[in-house]
């Protein structure tokens, strides 16, 4: 599924300091009943964000109007538990482009990378920086800056450079996804199946 | 060079390695369910392209079915529509489907082994984290996002880094009353969830080499849960014995088996091969584990007290937040807590010997009054096992329902979700926020574990009972 292409990417963020947030929080499992990939960002954090009768929870961050913005900052281990690629199509679907933490769970930064959501992993101590100043001032912004593969504080001028694999790199910035490539080498597949002991 | 496990498995199925990024993955086995394909099968029509190996993947609807009157249509139109998705779809690209009330029906990760679909040696992949299930065979087994569900399908490879490799040795014996979820729950309470996260673990030691092909498929599903990618233990005579002669195996006798089974027998960690992390534990200090918390790695011994948030790593403000919800408190003892709901099945622990371990503690008692019991078999084989081993009896007579095969309260997306506040005993993998039902509050054990609750209506130590 095509995605838009990222390039830098500056805004205001909003900030999750909570730890291991896992897909079943980002998206409940009763919300994957869908068939197409519509409305999921409706229930993104479904159960952070609304009572059960379906009033907003009015102390959660996504229900605080002082914050928004297109970067979501989250805590350590974001994204663990479920495979679940709709997680990372909330994120999408709700308008994030770009999460923000000091560690990611593997599967849910692989699906982020496929659907065109940046996840940039940085330090704890720049994160903690970062979580100050948005708390400080919601209007801070934040600029990622994929092709120099830096995040930049505005507000202080503090950068770091975070990893992200030349080809990924690409892809992102060209909105291109794994498909087009592996369907270019399909007898190559083909011979190399043939040959397979089991 | 010297070689683990993991690298001879990899390493045999690299298609190509991308200069500056991932190596292109040859997958042997690939398995699909209702709800994470639905979508993976539109990009592939949108874009027009065909299965490329439609003999390489298996369709089960497992995670959205009801486990009661699975002869009746379903009830849930979304539901019913995921299940039609996958049928239609399955049919129409030439996929095996075995939907709900097909006689080899099933949770997608109890099937496969059952049908010998899982193979020592193999690459496989589901849109399912627990598919790390599958490296109990020796297998690089791993869950995978709906993207690259829609890859394999188009062109049977997925695009990954390889990972780092770590080994968890786990020497001695273990005591009486621990089971493989108490191994796996204790390791995970050691490393925590993003201990492995990176890395793909190959557990070795005297424990898994005495364990059973049913434990060691409880210990590899839970490798996701400390944030690793997959686990794997070598294949031995255990595993041969398990795969020879069933359906999707090569064929027990002539040139296919013994071509296997030369292949089968490379498949062990070289002794001077290196791993990049390692640790070892002393598998005779293990207890019956229980979880107390938010995340599968807030887990202690059944008899200990709930730690103070001082003691674990992680944000305080995150430990009191899931204690909070769990209504426990800091020194809280567990033994005694009444509970609510037990739940017995998943993929985790929804096999025969869970059962058996189950009725081991149950026959002759009664399920207690307060307490409301789930027992969800595996898989149309597990059930048809429970009922000819006399297991069914047991229940019965004990007060005991048996429902239907299916994912069921593991991730309730049917209509077996525990309600708000309540407290469940539960042998699935995953006890955070709302898992089991907005506002439930599991408690992640073993089925001795969750049987001596279900006697007793509280956290019971499932050794006073044996
Ligand atoms: S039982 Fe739970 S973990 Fe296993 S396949 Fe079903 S939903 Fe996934």
Redesign the interface.
């Known amino acids: 599924?095509a995605y838009d292409k990222f390039t830098i990417l500056k805004s205001t963020a909003v900030p999750l300091?909570?730890?291991?947030v896992?897909t079943?929080?980002i998206i409940?499992?009763?919300f994957?009943?869908?068939?197409?990939?519509v409305g999921f960002g409706d229930n993104l954090f479904r159960?952070w964000r609304y009572n059960?009768d379906g009033t907003p929870k009015t102390d959660f961050v996504l229900n605080n109007p002082t914050y928004k913005g297109k970067i979501l900052l989250g805590?350590?281990?974001f994204g663990?538990?479920?495979?679940?690629?709709?997680a990372?199509w909330a994120i999408y679907d709700y308008g994030f482009r770009a999460v923000v933490s000091s560690?990611?769970?593997?599967?849910f930064r692989?699906?982020c990378l496929?659907?065109g959501v940046l996840p940039v992993q940085i330090s704890p101590a720049f994160l903690e920086n970062i979580f100050t100043e948005v708390h400080k001032n919601p209007e801070t912004e934040i600029e990622i800056d994929l092709k120099a593969q830096t995040i930049t504080l505005l507000a202080t001028g503090e950068k770091e450079s975070f990893d992200i694999?030349?080809?990924?790199k690409d892809n992102m910035m060209n909105g291109f996804?794994?498909?087009d490539?592996?369907?270019n080498?399909?007898s190559?597949?083909?011979e190399?199946?043939a040959q397979?002991?089991? | 060079m010297s070689k683990t496990l993991f690298d001879k498995v990899w390493d045999g199925h690299v298609v190509r390695k991308i200069e500056g990024g991932p190596d292109v993955l040859f997958i042997d086995r690939h398995l699909i369910h209702e709800v994470t394909s639905p979508v993976a099968f539109l990009g592939l029509k949108s874009r027009g392209i065909k299965v490329l190996y439609p003999e390489r993947t298996f369709a089960t609807a497992d995670h959205n079915t009801p486990t009661i009157n699975q002869h009746l249509p379903v009830e849930d139109p979304l539901s019913a529509n995921q299940l039609k998705a996958l049928e239609s779809n399955s049919n129409e690209y030439g996929i095996s489907h075995w939907g709900l009330g097909h006689q080899k029906n099933g949770i997608v990760h109890v099937v496969g082994p059952e049908y010998g679909i899982t193979q020592p040696g193999a690459t496989i992949v589901c849109g399912d984290s627990h598919t790390s299930t599958h490296g109990a065979f020796g297998a690089i087994a791993f869950g995978i996002g709906t993207s690259e569900v829609e890859m394999v399908l188009a062109t049977q490879c997925i695009m990954q880094p390889k990972p780092q490799k770590m080994r968890i040795n786990i020497t001695g014996s273990l005591g009486y009353g621990v089971t493989p979820k108490d191994v796996a729950l204790f390791i995970i309470s050691q490393l925590t969830t993003s201990g492995a996260t990176g890395y793909f673990v190959e557990y070795a030691g005297k424990v898994f080499e005495e364990m059973t092909m049913e434990g060691r498929m409880t210990v590899c599903n839970l490798s996701i849960e400390m944030g690793a990618r997959g686990g794997m233990i070598a294949p031995d005579e255990t595993t041969i014995n398990y795969v020879k002669g069933r359906e999707f195996s090569p064929s027990a006798d002539g040139e296919a088996w013994d071509k296997a089974l030369a292949y089968y027998k490379t498949l062990k960690t070289d002794d001077d091969a290196v791993f990049d992390k390692e640790y070892t534990f002393d598998g005779s200090l293990i207890e019956p584990m229980i979880t107390y918390g938010t995340n599968p790695g807030m887990g202690i011994g059944i008899s200990k007290d709930i730690p103070d948030a001082g003691s674990v790593e992680g944000g305080v403000s995150t430990y009191e937040k899931s204690l909070n919800y769990m209504g426990f408190h800091e020194g809280d003892h567990m033994i005694g807590k009444p509970i609510d709901y037990v739940f017995i099945g998943s993929c985790t622990n929804g096999r025969i010997e869970d059962f058996r371990a189950f009725a081991s503690i149950v026959k002759g008692r009664k399920k207690a009054d307060n307490v409301t019991a789930w027992l969800v078999p595996g898989s149309h084989i597990v059930e048809a096992k429970i009922k000819e081993e006399g297991l069914l009896d047991i229940f019965t007579e004990a007060g005991f329902v048996l429902r239907q095969p299916g994912c069921s309260a593991c991730l309730a997306m049917n209509d077996d979700k525990i309600p708000a506040g309540k407290y469940a005993v539960s042998t699935s993998n995953r006890n955070f926020e709302g898992r089991q039902g907005p506002g439930s509050r599991t408690l992640l054990a073993s089925p001795l574990v969750a049987a001596a609750a279900a006697v007793t209506g509280k956290v019971t130590d499932p050794r006073e009972l044996l």
């Open positions: 599924m300091p909570i730890e291991n896992d079943d929080q409940p499992a009763r994957l009943k869908a068939t197409e990939r159960d059960t805590g350590k281990n663990s538990g479920s495979s679940r690629e709709h990372a560690f990611f769970a593997d599967i692989g699906n496929n659907i694999s030349s080809y990924k996804d794994d498909i490539y592996l369907q080498m399909k190559e597949i083909q190399f199946a397979l002991p089991i």
